[in-house]
């Protein structure tokens, strides 16, 4: 007689959202403990299957690195000087509506610590103008709905 064992693993799992209008910068935090050091570590931002920003022991996507979606190219940083105090948070500069999506940030030498964030990039809209008679409104971006 043989026994099978099946050990099923649940990560549980915190989503945070993070909600900024399209063109304004936005910052996706993601910190270990106060006690780990950051600038000897391995750290990657991913959404879905794009990668956003890469750091390996000080070398990352902006100072040589390559690998870098070219959505996301140019356009995030991390927070250098908050390494030493276990923060990989980035910044995303002019975020566009496309940004949105879920980010992952993961230490894959650090037992695997995972942070997930969810970033919803509002569209631009500002009325310049009302009046009974007439609206006249801006849009910095529009998409057409399939039907």
């Known amino acids: 007689v043989y026994s099978v064992l099946f050990c099923v693993c649940v990560c549980v799992c915190v989503l945070t959202k993070v909600v900024v209008p399209e063109g304004s910068d936005a910052v996706l935090n993601c910190s270990f403990t106060s006690e780990t050091h950051l600038r000897l570590q391995t750290f990657d931002w991913k959404r879905h ?14 100072n040589g690195l390559s690998g870098q979606d070219p959505q996301f190219k140019g356009r ?14 980035i910044l995303i ?7 949105s999506g879920t980010y992952s940030c993961v230490f894959p030498h650090l037992k695997e610590e995972k942070v997930y964030i969810q970033l919803v990039v509002r569209e631009y809209f500002m009325i310049l103008n009302h009046s009974q008679s007439k609206l006249q409104a801006e849009f910095r971006s529009c998409h057409r709905e399939s039907s």
């Open 49 to 62: 299957d794009k990668e956003v920003f890469f750091y390996d022991q000080g070398k990352h996507y902006n």
């Open 76 to 89: 995030v940083s991390h927070f250098n000087d908050q390494l030493e105090y276990g923060n990989a948070s």
């Open 93 to 99: 500069k002019n975020t566009q509506v496309n940004d």
